[in-house]
């Protein structure tokens, strides 16, 4: 426990000045028994010893209710919907909203900016798509939708949390908005020579920098990306942008191309920074960025520079090791006459010699890159958190029917001597998906200061409320600890409207809100004038609104 960091230093995670988090988390030194920092909190939590910890609640039931169920004594304001007016420009609010990070104004944690990604776009915007087959409006649409959103959010006099559209920070970032590439692809053969690219889609989650940036993920990009005719390869990436200057857009190509989910950036012994990826694809693979310099928080924004230049990881979960992607170790294996591509590659080792010829095109194509080199594939790898409590590193395997894991797991990673930037881990399966757990496809999480993961499910709208998914109803928001008596297991804290997921959560630094997305409710709706969810159900409207809202009725003593 005395190794654990104090209150303060975990609200540094949360939002401004995670730096200080980084470090401190950095500075702990070699787990004990295997991680139990957070212990006592959790104890005091789950065994309802106070109630000055964010997650105090009765757990509620699976529900099938096209509704925003919370436990009693919590509320929730819808912050921003799928076509609200954000600013004094008349931009509108994206839909598909995914991905949430809240930046203070001035240390506030009722007023800042809100950062939201805007993953898909549906039947609710782009009406029904004849035969497959986008109409050029149906595809401009979708590139407008999609994206970013900055908003200026504030909690009113009243309590209740509202959106400030007279905010100069306030915009839209979408499939039109420019883009400057960095690291080794910029200008390369493999994105056509360029050096700055046309807008970011399919947005799914992100992180936030140390140094206050937003890193937000482009996951399933390809539709898209080809119904408008734009080049494959300038999408897939990781992108930047700060909430406070409109003008700062860039692609960090040495992060890698594939479907990105999510970044999670924490600081290794030495002050580089590791950021780790998952590839949300099913038998794909985990990522570490390890960078080549060191961080310096007296450079601010400047560290950013440590995004172009370090070492692309892919994990190897049977040997427990980090293997490089370097150009040269993949030409190695690539040089071996008798060389047999594996499982999950297509091409000849003659196209595959052709394809990798400089690092770029290791960053470009880094699932086949991966896969030749080494690197394990993993069922759906979705969200990634580092605890800030033991530097231990939690990923979410969503679930893969092809292997028969249905409801998923949570892995934990245990890098060697706690030093994120080491080669050689080991790993636990942390909580597996099922009724005995009561959760099932787990994708987004976050932490909150006593250790406890927030985790929201995605089972898809297909397969929701049917054959084995049909106990956990709807999907929902689960609150589970990561040690004590309790560890590993999950109480849920909210079920979702009809066909939904529950995407971006994200506490503001003082706990008292959780920001959260509800994304795609109806999604299944075939016919508009009988759509199969009305949330929000405000009045006078004929469709469901993708929103993100703000939960309140935490309490701290
Ligand atoms: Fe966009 Fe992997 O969820
Ligand atoms: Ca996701
Ligand atoms: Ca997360
Ligand atoms: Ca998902």
Redesign the pocket.
Known sequence: MDKQMDRRTFISYLGTGAAALAVASAGLGTLEGKASAASKTADHLFGYGTNRVSGHFDPIEPSKADMLLLPQGYRYDVVAAYGDIINEKGEAFGQGC?YNAFLPINGSSTRGLLATNH?YTNIFLTGPIKDGTMTQKQVNDSLAYQGMSVIEVYRDKDGVWKLDKSSKYARRINGFTKFELTGPAKGSAAVGGKTTVQGTFAN??GGVTLWNTVLSCE??FSELAEAAGLPLTHYGWVVEIDPFDGAYLRKHTALGRFNH?NTAMGLASDGRIVVYMGD?KKDACIYKFVSKGKYDPSRGRANSLLLEDGTLYVANLKSGSWIAMTIDALKKVLDNKSFKAPSGVKSTREELLKLFQTQADVVTNCHEAALILGGTPTDRP?DIEISPFDNTVFICHTNNDSHGNIHGHITRIFEKDNNLSEISFDFEIFAAGGRQSGFSSP?NLTFDGNGNLWVVT?ISSSSMNKGVYTSFMNNGLFVIPTSGPSKAQALQFASGPVECELTGPFFTPDEMTLFLSIQHPGENTTDLSKPTSLWPHRPGDKIPREAVVAISGFKLG
Do not use: G, L
């Open positions: 995914d993953e799914c989650s996951e399933n989910e949300d979705e994708d995605d």
